[in-house]
């Protein structure tokens, strides 16, 4: 795959869907990605095999956020709008590390090939948020 370490292609990978989400075109996003992380052409080669081959796009809504997971390649990313509860006027440390936490397992299920709009699924996770937010 690459001389880089993983842990800067998924950066670069998780910069590019972010931009995407922002409705920035895809192949613009993948040369903003490859630019700021200093990608060569088989890492730049690579982003954009992630973000196009056998794409699926999972959006979940919950009372505390939304959630978008992006599959492709056999790999994905997470975005959310969790890291806040509704209950808590500013950022909660204890809150946001649950919530990355949360946001690795569902990008996993995902990765796995679980149903994550599920009904049953949804609840579960709404109740996991609740009692982390209960809990920090």
């Known amino acids: ?8 292609l998924m950066k670069a990978l998780t910069l590019a869907d972010n931009l995407i989400a922002t409705k920035v075109p895809k192949h613009k996003a993948i040369d903003e990605a490859a630019k700021q992380f200093n990608l060569g052409p088989k890492d730049h080669d690579w982003l954009i095999s992630q973000l196009t081959s056998g794409e699926k ?11 978008t997971v992006r599959l492709a390649g056999g790999g ?10 509704p209950s ?10 649950a919530v990355d ?3 690795s397992f569902i990008l ?3 990765i796995e090939g ?9 609840k579960a996770l709404e109740e996991v948020l609740t009692k982390i937010d209960n809990n920090t």
Request: proline residues 4%; glycine residues 4%; aromatic residues 10%.
């Open 1 to 8: 795959m690459s001389q880089l370490s993983y842990d800067t």
């Open 57 to 67: 796009t999972i959006n979940l809504s919950t009372s505390f956020g939304e959630i």
């Open 76 to 85: 994905g990313t997470i975005t959310s709008t969790l890291k806040t509860p």
């Open 88 to 97: 808590m006027e500013e950022e909660d440390v204890a809150f946001k590390a």
């Open 101 to 103: 936490t949360v946001e």
């Open 108 to 110: 996993s299920l995902a």
């Open 114 to 122: 679980y149903d994550l709009t599920d009904p049953r699924f949804v």
